[in-house]
C-alpha cells in the first residue's frame, strides 16, 4: 500500500522554526526517482503550493511566499522528505502536505498544480500564534 506520513506539525510562535518530515512506505511504494512536493491549505482556503525539491535533490522551487524562510530537502536512503519552517508567520498556520510528483519534469509553469501530483500524504497542522 502506498503511503506518505507527515509529521512535526505543531503549535509554534511567531518567529520560531518547526521541521516537518515526510517518510515513504508501502513495500512496492518508491519516491526514488520522483521529485516531492510539498503544500498547505490553511481554513477556508484553497491547498496551494509551498516546495518542490527533485528527485536528486539538486534543484529545489519555492512558492513566493515562503522563499528565504523554507528550505525543502530529501534523505533517499530514508526515504523522506522535509520541511525546514524558519521565521514563522502567522500566515503560515495550515495543514501542510507532502506528495509524490508524476514522473515528468519539474516545469515552473506547473509545478504549483495539484494535478501534477498522484500521491498524497493525510497532512500534518502547523499553528504560528502571533
Known amino acids: 500500500q502506498v503511503q506518505l506520513v507527515e509529521s512535526g506539525g505543531g503549535l509554534v510562535q511567531a518567529g520560531g522554526s518547526l521541521r516537518l518530515s515526510c517518510a515513504a512506505s508501502?513495500?512496492?511504494?518508491?519516491?526514488?526517482?520522483?521529485?516531492m512536493g510539498w503544500f498547505r491549505q490553511a481554513p477556508g482556503k484553497e491547498r496551494e503550493f509551498v516546495a518542490v525539491?527533485?528527485?536528486?535533490?539538486?534543484?529545489?522551487y519555492y512558492a513566493d511566499s515562503v522563499k528565504g524562510r523554507f528550505t525543502i530537502s530529501r534523505d533517499n536512503a530514508k526515504k523522506t522528505v522535509y520541511l525546514q519552517m524558519n521565521s514563522l508567520k502567522a500566515e503560515d498556520t495550515a495543514v501542510y502536505y507532502c506528495?509524490?510528483?508524476?514522473?515528468?519534469?519539474?516545469?515552473?509553469?506547473?509545478?504549483?498544480?495539484?494535478?501534477?501530483?498522484?500521491?498524497w500524504g493525510q497532512g500534518t497542522q502547523v499553528t504560528v500564534s502571533s
Open positions: 506528495a509524490r510528483k508524476n514522473p515528468k519534469p519539474i516545469t515552473i509553469a506547473t509545478m504549483g498544480q495539484m494535478g501534477e501530483y498522484d500521491y
Open positions: 525539491i527533485s528527485w536528486s535533490g539538486g534543484n529545489t
Open positions: 508501502g513495500r512496492t511504494f518508491s519516491i526514488i526517482g520522483y521529485a
